[in-house]
């Protein structure tokens, strides 16, 4: 790599770490940086400056934060000002509002710098920090969806967008009425007047139930149907391994492990199955495990038209009924899929585990292996947590495998929680649907020991995969979580302390405090409440080409190597374990995927959470057409989260709303100190946790995906 290569590496991982400003002298000092990369210097970073990954001014060098910039995206109000989400917040309490005449032509979606204005700690509760964009980074998809609806004020066909009218270009007067689009963005209004789109995607009409899901999946860049190159090359892929293919994989040394016990456990509709279990006790006492993983990078070449489609991708999307593979069904359930009764290729990791959960000895192999049976989640608790007579009997042949599978994962996850782990095993939303795709139930759901055994030994070979590969020092993506942000740990303390409980909130935050808190709140009423404000407070998880750590897991190492079938991280990694299986990179190898590794890390993240929101929002949709039915109804609620504008009430099957107090009989103060709101005059107050009954579904707007309660009092 050229010096100007290096140095940009360096200074992008001094980027992640560095929390304010130091002198350049003392950049080149930390860094050991040569001659040849002290002289392009100022040209790297004037680059890293443009954009915001680090700031330079003058001699001192440091993260945006410390010159008061703040980087991040921006969602414009119709009334021309807008707020500024901090890249990696999650939480609308800590945008930055921006006036009309400060945000200087940038749109919803774009990334902005935005200079504050008011630096300094709140003058009073609730006071917003304020900014002016100083410049667009990245200009936004543009992208957004709507509804076609009849606009009666101006008299046509118009785009309805988040309560928002948008003028179509071109002739509307050939749509009709309650087609759900995709546009772009042309023109942005200026209040009152609607801004102009362009339909670039006719999705289906709203009326029928699997349109909204579609189209918040091609909002977010996924699609359902692969291109023709890739389908072309899916089809010429085998289906079943023949004879001379297994034999011809066996003289180059990949080992024949078809006559170990092997099974598979995952949930009922699985059909894409990534990992196999072996176990067994040796002479010694210690468990020998095997994690068996799909090796897909067998057959999905590198720079094919599969390969460049699943890096596209980047992985697999699970919204509410359905899936949209990263890989064709061809190789994702099938060749590649572990199926029962199938031979298989692998990635073996066999661990030697001793009675502390400690990994002893590993090796690591490709393999051939055919499952022997596959379980169910729900099976596997109605063995050993709600024993079921006609489950034990089926199953009776292989009990004893189970049994030492419960055990072992009993004992890994007794080590997760003495090395201080964090544990968020939260209700989640279950939306059930029916035939057509309609939603017919809303409740909670909570996993269970069952998905638990499956979950410990992913992590166990995570771990194992990530430090025997760090210590070889080759590129890598590894599965990083930072540490969380000091202020965001002193008001989670605050807020816990005024529900009654305890935080140990110290300057160095273990992660083991937090498990304290968990297990303390734990069957309560404010367990799930109390659960989303600690995960909301952490960091996010990414990926990234260096080490840094797995906060949530007390973990040095980790990666993502057990889910390549679903995962391009993990197809990424194992290449590169393959490559060192069959005697090493060479020196042009390195190099090339240590210049890529970087960027494809960040690629991933955003991927990922691009999933992670569409599975969000195809949620909060279907759970909002199972609520429409209900406006009017009154149910019984608790009070998840206070805010300068309203308050969110969770029901007893995890829906939440928001009681607007502009809706309410008084003048309400919020103070974000205690995250409570009191009246004016009547003074009453409101505070997370409380329960609140006679909570009114007012109106449920499935074109936003938002739904507002009100009180019966006002």
């Known amino acids: 790599m050229t010096p100007y290569e290096t140095l940009e590496i360096k200074l992008r991982d001094l980027a992640t770490k560095l929390h304010g400003k130091i002198s350049v002298s003392k950049v080149y000092e930390m860094l050991e940086l040569t001659e040849s990369e002290i002289a ?7 680059k890293l400056t443009d954009e915001m990954v680090l700031v330079r001014q003058g001699n001192k060098l440091g993260d945006p934060a410390s010159f008061n910039y703040v980087v991040g995206k921006i969602e414009v109000n119709r009334r021309g000002y807008a707020f500024v989400i901090p890249e990696d917040k999650a939480s609308w309490s800590e945008s930055i509002y921006v006036n009309s005449k ?23 509760p609730g006071e917003k920090k304020e900014g002016v964009v100083k410049s667009v980074l990245v200009k936004g998809s543009r992208t957004f969806s709507g509804v076609v609806k009849w606009n009666p004020i101006r008299h046509g066909l118009m785009v309805l967008a988040d309560d928002e009218y948008w003028y179509i270009e071109g002739n509307a007067d050939s749509l009709d009425e309650g087609l759900s689009v995709i546009c772009e963005a042309l023109e942005k209004g200026e209040f009152p007047e609607p801004g102009v789109c362009r339909i670039v995607e006719v999705v289906g009409n709203i009326s029928d139930p699997n349109t909204g899901i579609t189209t918040i999946l091609s909002l977010h860049g996924f699609v359902e149907e692969f291109p023709d190159d890739v389908m072309k090359e899916a089809s010429m892929l085998p289906q079943e391994l023949d004879e001379e293919t297994i034999q011809s994989e066996l003289k180059k040394g990949r080992k024949d492990i078809r006559g170990l016990l092997t099974v598979t456990i995952d949930s009922e509709d699985t059909k894409d199955v990534d990992d196999a279990i072996t176990i067994e006790i040796l002479d010694n006492g210690n468990y020998m495990l095997g994690v068996h993983i799909a090796d897909v990078a067998h057959y999905v070449k590198e720079g094919s038209a599969i390969d460049r489609e699943a890096y596209k991708r980047g992985t697999s999307v699970y919204p509410v009924g359905r899936v949209v593979p990263m ?14 009764n199938c031979d298989r290729l692998a990635l073996s990791v066999v661990m030697e585990v001793d009675e502390m959960g400690n990994v002893v000895d590993h090796e690591i192999y490709e393999s051939i292996l055919n499952v022997d049976y596959s379980i169910t989640y729900d099976q596997l608790y109605r063995i050993f947590e709600k024993p079921d007579f006609a489950i034990l009997k089926e199953f009776g042949d292989y009990l004893s495998q189970l049994t030492l599978m419960k055990n072992l994962a009993y ?51 995570n771990e194992t995969v990530a430090e025997r590969f760090y210590w070889y020092n080759v590129p890598f993506i590894y599965r990083v979580h930072d540490e969380p942000e000091d202020e965001k740990m002193i008001m989670l303390s605050k807020i816990v302390t005024n529900l009654g409980y305890k935080f140990k909130n110290t300057s160095k935050i273990h992660p083991k405090s937090i498990q304290s808190l968990l297990d303390s709140i734990k069957d309560k009423p404010e367990e799930r409440i109390i659960g989303t404000m600690t995960l909301r407070s952490m960091q996010k998880a990414a990926y990234r080409s260096t080490n840094d750590g797995h906060f949530g897991l007390a973990l040095k190492y980790y990666s993502h190597f057990t ?152």
């Not at 392009?40 to 004037?46: G, L, M, P």
């Not at 945000?103 to 003058?123: C, E, F, L, R, Y």
């Not at 890989?327 to 029962?340: D, H, Q, R, T, V």
């Not at 391009?568 to 990179?585: A, C, E, T, V």
């Open 327 to 340: 890989l064709p069904k061809e190789l994702s359930n099938g060749i590649c899929s572990l199926n029962k």
């Open 411 to 461: 004992i890994l996850n007794e080590r997760r929680r003495r090395r201080g782990a964090i544990d968020f095993n939260l209700p989640e939303t279950k939306v059930e649907l029916d035939d057509e795709g309609r939603p017919i139930s809303v409740s909670a759901y909570r996993t269970t020991f069952a998905n638990n055994i499956i979950e410990e030994f992913m992590l166990l070979c």
């Open 40 to 46: 392009v210097f100022n040209e790297v970073a004037t």
């Open 102 to 124: 400060d945000v200087n032509g940038a749109m919803t979606g774009d990334k902005v710098v935005v200079s504050i204005k008011n630096p300094k700690k709140p003058a009073f």
């Open 563 to 714: 889910a390549p079938i679903r995962r391009y991280p993990d197809l990424f990694i194992h290449r590169i374990i393959k490559h060192m299986l069959h005697g090493g990179m060479n020196h042009k190898l390195e190099e090339r995927y240590a210049k890529f590794a970087g960027e494809y890390a960040k690629h991933l993240s955003d991927r990922e959470r691009a999933a992670q929101e569409a599975e969000r929002e195809c949620v909060d949709l279907k759970v909002c057409e199972y609520m429409k039915q209900f406006e009017g109804k009154k149910f019984t609620g608790i009070i998840s989260n206070i805010t300068s504008f309203g308050m969110f009430v969770e029901l007893q099957n995890t829906v939440e709303g928001l009681v607007r107090f502009a809706s309410l009989n008084d003048y309400y103060y919020f103070d974000p100190e205690t995250m409570t709101a009191y009246g004016e005059h009547a003074g009453k107050v409101f505070r997370i946790g409380q329960k609140l009954k006679d909570v009114i579904v007012y109106r449920v707007d499935l074109t936003s995906k938002s739904i507002e309660f009100m009180l019966p009092f006002g």
